[in-house]
């Protein structure tokens, strides 16, 4: 800032900045192009900040579907396991044959032994 005797005089950096601004009018020019620049950036830095939370809040969704079917299918698959136990049982086999095909334990003679 420029001063006379001591004291500063205002305005005096206002009017150099003009008479700047006249001789290199390119810099206005380049001011508002690295304002603009810097806007973009930041609208782009936002635009990407919520499009990840939206992808998040998605996968979200997503994650808590698939645990639900995946804890689904487990209660599933433990309840046909018993149901497949449950069928293959050698009692219930062994009462199957003998009602419903009429099967019995084989006599005495019925018995043949191969050398």
Known sequence: MATALGRPLWGLGLLKRQQL??????????????????????????????????QVVHLG?????????HSQLEQENRELKVELATLT??????????????????????VVLLP
């Open 21 to 54: 601004d006249r001789l290199h009018p390119h810099r206005q020019g380049r001011f508002f192009l690295s304002t603009l620049l810097l806007g973009l950036c930041l609208l782009g830095l936002a635009l990407s900040h919520v499009w990840l939370r939206l």
């Open 61 to 69: 969704y997503v994650l808590s579907t698939t645990s639900k079917l």
């Open 89 to 110: 049982s050698p009692e219930r086999l062994e009462a199957m044959a003998r009602s419903r095909l009429g099967l019995a334990e084989p006599g005495k003679g019925q």
